[in-house]
C-alpha cells in the first residue's frame, strides 16, 4: 500500500521557533509538495520539488524554506515561527508524468 | 487567484440520495481531478478527467467536464453516511505541473 507519512500529527511551537516538518514517501515518486490549508482558503502551495536538491516557490513561499536531499523525503522548514502560521500543513508526493498527488495525513501546528 | 471554485460551499442531503458539486475554473487545463477529505485527515485522490473527456465514472461516482464552458460536475449517486467529507476539485494548467485546489464543497450525508 502506498503512503505518504508526515512526522507529526499535532504540532506546538513558540513563536520565534525554528520548526521542521518532515514528509516521507514509500512510493518512489520524483514530485513532492507542501501545501498549507486554511478554513476559507482551501489549500494553497509553499513550495515544490521535482527531484532531489530541487525546489520550487509555490504561491506562498514567505516565511519557508524546503529541503529535499534524499528521493524520498521533504522537509519543510519554519525559520521563525509566527502566529499567522498556524495552519493545517499537508505533503504530497506525485510521479514523475502523472498528476494524481498522493496526501500524507497532514500536520496540524500551533504557534503561540 | 483560485483556478477550481466550488459549488455549493455545503450540502447536506439524506442517505440514499443524489448528491452533486460543480467546479469552475478560469484557464485552459490537461486534466480535472476531485479529492476528498475525511474531517482532520488528508486528501484522497477519487477520480481524473482528462480535457479531450466528457464523462468519466468510478463505481458510484460520475463526472463530467465542459471545457467550453470550464467547469466540471462530481456525482455520487446512492450516497452513503461514509461519504460525509469535504471534496475537492484541481486542475492543471497546461504547460505547469502543480496542481491548483479550490476551497472545497462539504458534503454531510444525513442517516
Known amino acids: 500500500d502506498v503512503k505518504v507519512t508526515q512526522s507529526s500529527r499535532y504540532l506546538v511551537k513558540r513563536t520565534g521557533e525554528k520548526v521542521f516538518l518532515e514528509c516521507v514517501q514509500d512510493m518512489d515518486h520524483e514530485n513532492m509538495f507542501w501545501y498549507r490549508q486554511d478554513p476559507g482558503l482551501g489549500l494553497r502551495l509553499i513550495y515544490f520539488?521535482?527531484?532531489?536538491?530541487?525546489?520550487e516557490k509555490g504561491d506562498i513561499p514567505e516565511g519557508y524554506s524546503v529541503s529535499r536531499e534524499k528521493k524520498e523525503r521533504f522537509s519543510l522548514i519554519l525559520e521563525s515561527a509566527s502566529t499567522n502560521q498556524t495552519s493545517m500543513y499537508l505533503c504530497a508526493s506525485s510521479p514523475r508524468r502523472r498528476n494524481e498527488q498522493f496526501f500524507g495525513p497532514g500536520t496540524r501546528l500551533t504557534v503561540l | 487567484s483560485q483556478q477550481g471554485e466550488e459549488d455549493p460551499q455545503a450540502l447536506s442531503i439524506q442517505e440514499g440520495e443524489n448528491a452533486t458539486m460543480n467546479c469552475s475554473y478560469k484557464t485552459s487545463i490537461n486534466n480535472l481531478q476531485w479529492y476528498r477529505q475525511n474531517s482532520g485527515r488528508g486528501l484522497v485522490h477519487l477520480i481524473l478527467i482528462r480535457s479531450n473527456e466528457r464523462e468519466k465514472h468510478s463505481g458510484r461516482l460520475r463526472v463530467t467536464l465542459d471545457t467550453s464552458k470550464k467547469s466540471s460536475s462530481l456525482l455520487i449517486t446512492a450516497s452513503r453516511a461514509a461519504d460525509t467529507a469535504s471534496y475537492f476539485c484541481?486542475?492543471?494548467?497546461?504547460?505547469?505541473?502543480?496542481?491548483?485546489f479550490g476551497q472545497g464543497t462539504r458534503l454531510t450525508i444525513n442517516p
Open positions: 484541481a486542475t492543471d494548467k497546461v504547460g505547469a505541473q502543480k496542481l491548483v
Open positions: 520539488s521535482y527531484d532531489v536538491k530541487m525546489k
